[in-house]
């Protein structure tokens, strides 16, 4: 018998999460140059950080030597959502504060209902801490709220929504969610996933955050990671009632987001310029791929996100045929979705080798 069989039995039955291939791996396996790869495989912000953060995170570099301090961030952060200070909670990404939400509501004996195609993080946060899974079919490759209703049981603690969702890039229009959660028990908690909203126009937004005082259930889940381009720097946050925050908090580790990151995204957060420059080169990127694959006659699922998800048929060999070409993509089949492949907007060279490496490919 060896140690892994002490293991928990839900631990050993979780698939470990596949990140996108990074560019240094690539050229290792490969020999191409990595100033010559192009990666579009992890819905990263082709702009980099904010020069506002950059300068921030090099200024705080000398004080790394001490413990970080969240106030001034979460003081920002509810400034901004119109919350209590005691209603936000930071993490390193927001992978974090979906763990520490499962942390609090799931164990064994308990559930989570979540859609099909959804974000892998879910199942990990839920399967880890010993609860049970509930997957929905999807409705057009997205959430079918009515059915995740339905599939709510007694026994079950939270339902997950990503809006927009990834990998799929769909998006459930907010007075649809609204509906989900007046019909939702008020003893369930209904994550909100909210990692890609800055992408959506602003006409289709909605301030979610004041809708917690209506629903003490909603907890609202950001990142920094995508349209702020800190997702090197793990940093995310959580708004929510006083009360799951406070919960939150007490299984939070106590440093879960340092001090590099807590500068750079407290800089970002007033970079409106460099946000609206990546929201406008987005804009323009998703036009330049919808129209390179539709040029293909390829089926591709509306964004609503920084990236685009398409068929090839193949979506394996598709991707391999890509990576020999020095370009990354992220292949979806773990999502149950092997004839897909999804693409990150990048900047305009970038989509152009894209587009030309896949003609190639197919």
């Excluded at 199942?123 to 880890?128: D, G, K, R, V």
């Excluded at 999807?138 to 997950?160: C, E, F, Q, S």
């Excluded at 036009?287 to 089926?299: M, N, P, S, T, W």
Aim: hydrophobic share 45%; net charge negative; with cysteine.
């Amino acid at each position: 018998m060896s140690l892994a069989d002490q293991a928990l039995p839900y631990v050993r039955a979780i698939s470990p999460y596949q990140p996108g291939k990074p560019i240094t791996e690539l050229a290792r396996e490969t020999g191409i140059p990595v100033d010559q790869i192009v990666k579009l495989a992890s819905n990263e912000n082709p702009l980099g950080m904010s020069p506002k953060a950059k300068k921030a995170v090099e200024a705080a570099i000398s004080g790394v030597e001490r413990y970080p301090d969240q106030f001034d961030l979460i003081a920002k952060v509810a400034e901004r959502c119109g919350l209590a200070q005691n209603q936000v909670v930071l993490g390193n990404g927001s992978n974090d504060v979906l763990d520490l939400i499962a942390r609090v509501f799931l164990a064994p004996g308990r559930s989570a209902v979540f859609a099909q195609h959804a974000f892998a993080v879910y199942p990990l946060a839920t399967l880890s801490i010993g609860g049970e899974l509930i997957a929905t079919p999807a409705k057009n490759y997205g959430h079918d709220l009515d059915a995740m209703r339905a599939a709510i049981r007694p026994d079950t603690r939270i339902v997950w929504i990503a809006n927009p969702n990834n990998p799929t890039g769909n998006f459930v229009p907010y007075p649809e969610v609204r509906a989900f959660l007046e019909a939702v028990p008020k003893d369930v908690v209904v994550v909100l996933d909210e990692a890609y909203n800055d992408y959506l126009p602003p006409a289709e937004r909605v301030d979610v955050a004041g809708w917690i005082k209506d629903f003490p259930n909603l907890v609202v889940c950001r990142t920094m990671s995508k349209i702020y381009g800190l997702a090197g720097l793990r940093i995310g946050y959580a708004l929510a009632s006083a009360e799951v925050a406070d919960l939150m908090n007490r299984v939070r580790q106590p440093f879960n987001v340092n001090n590099l990151a807590l500068a750079g995204a407290l800089a970002a957060l007033d970079d409106d310029e460099f946000l609206q420059a990546s929201y406008e080169l987005n804009r323009l990127g998703m036009a330049q791929i919808v129209a390179g694959l539709e040029k293909l006659g390829l089926e591709y699922i509306k964004p609503h996100g920084n990236f685009v998800t398409f068929k090839v048929g193949d979506g394996a060999g598709v991707n391999q045929k890509l990576l020999k070409q020095g370009v990354i993509v992220r292949p979806i089949g773990g999502y149950g979705l092997p004839e897909w492949l999804r693409v990150t907007i990048g900047a305009e060279p970038e989509n152009t080798r894209f587009l030309e490496a896949l003609e190639q490919a197919l």
